[in-house]
């Protein structure tokens, strides 16, 4: 017998077209990225269609417990949420590495903390997910509506927390998406360290 008596080879119309595995005549496939024919994703599990996501700790279908978040960056979640997206985030103009963290703030609250692995983000662009209050008591302090949003890069190599500024600056939305080019910390401050000086700067480095 001939392969052409197989129904999966045999044309499927004059142009000598097969179904593709989806069962369409001359079709492209599954698409790349996708599991299956309903244009689904694998999770992070590997399940076609799965809900599971790694969590800020890089475990998939995590609870964010299974790493140390710095001590200056722990918060309550909200349901109020604001996104502000990266494209990079520096200290002294280079990259940050994996285990180093971005913490946000509202006045002296922590609204938000991401661990800076840009191998876990879509295209290498994090977000860090700002909270505000909701009106519960454990977000007291947070951030409301025409808020300051401010940051800090927690250097884990050095253990040292840094004031960062970001190149563009958006108040606080409740479902903002803010998309922001650049986060940037100096590690040297240069000023008085002299502490009985008239012009002692307690920030200073150098």
């Given at each position: 017998s001939s392969i052409f008596d197989n129904d999966e080879f045999a044309a499927c119309n004059c142009d000598g077209d097969v179904f593709d595995e989806c069962g369409e005549c001359g079709g492209d496939g599954i698409p790349d990225g996708e599991c299956d024919c309903d244009g689904n994703v694998a999770d992070c599990s590997g399940e076609c269609g799965g809900s599971a996501v790694e969590d800020m700790c890089?475990?998939?279908?995590?609870?964010?417990?299974?790493?140390?978040?710095?001590?200056?960056?722990?918060?309550?979640?909200?349901?109020?949420?604001?996104?502000?997206?990266?494209?990079?985030?520096?200290?002294?103009?280079?990259?940050?590495?994996?285990?180093?963290?971005?913490?946000?703030?509202?006045?002296?609250?922590?609204?938000?903390?991401?661990?800076?692995?840009?191998?876990?983000?879509?295209?290498?662009?994090?977000?860090?997910?700002v909270m505000g209050d909701d009106g519960n008591?454990?977000?007291?302090?947070?951030c409301n509506s025409g808020d300051t949003v401010t940051f800090k890069i927690y250097d884990a190599s050095e253990n040292i927390y840094l004031d960062a500024y970001a190149s563009e600056n958006y108040p606080w939305l409740n479902n903002g998406f803010n998309l922001i080019d650049n986060l940037n910390a100096n590690s040297v401050i240069l000023g008085c360290m002299d502490g009985g000086a008239c012009n002692y700067n307690a920030d200073a480095t150098e």
């Amino acid at each position: 017998s001939s392969i052409f008596d197989n129904d999966e080879f045999a044309a499927c119309n004059c142009d000598g077209d097969v179904f593709d595995e989806c069962g369409e005549c001359g079709g492209d496939g599954i698409p790349d990225g996708e599991c299956d024919c309903d244009g689904n994703v694998a999770d992070c599990s590997g399940e076609c269609g799965g809900s599971a996501v790694e969590d800020m700790c890089g475990e998939c279908d995590g609870d964010n417990t299974s790493c140390d978040i710095p001590d200056l960056f722990q918060f309550n979640q909200s349901t109020q949420q604001a996104a502000y997206f990266f494209s990079s985030v520096t200290i002294d103009g280079q990259a940050v590495i994996s285990n180093d963290w971005v913490g946000a703030y509202c006045g002296n609250s922590c609204v938000g903390a991401e661990l800076w692995d840009i191998s876990q983000c879509g295209g290498g662009v994090c977000e860090i997910i700002v909270m505000g209050d909701d009106g519960n008591e454990y977000s007291d302090g947070y951030c409301n509506s025409g808020d300051t949003v401010t940051f800090k890069i927690y250097d884990a190599s050095e253990n040292i927390y840094l004031d960062a500024y970001a190149s563009e600056n958006y108040p606080w939305l409740n479902n903002g998406f803010n998309l922001i080019d650049n986060l940037n910390a100096n590690s040297v401050i240069l000023g008085c360290m002299d502490g009985g000086a008239c012009n002692y700067n307690a920030d200073a480095t150098e």
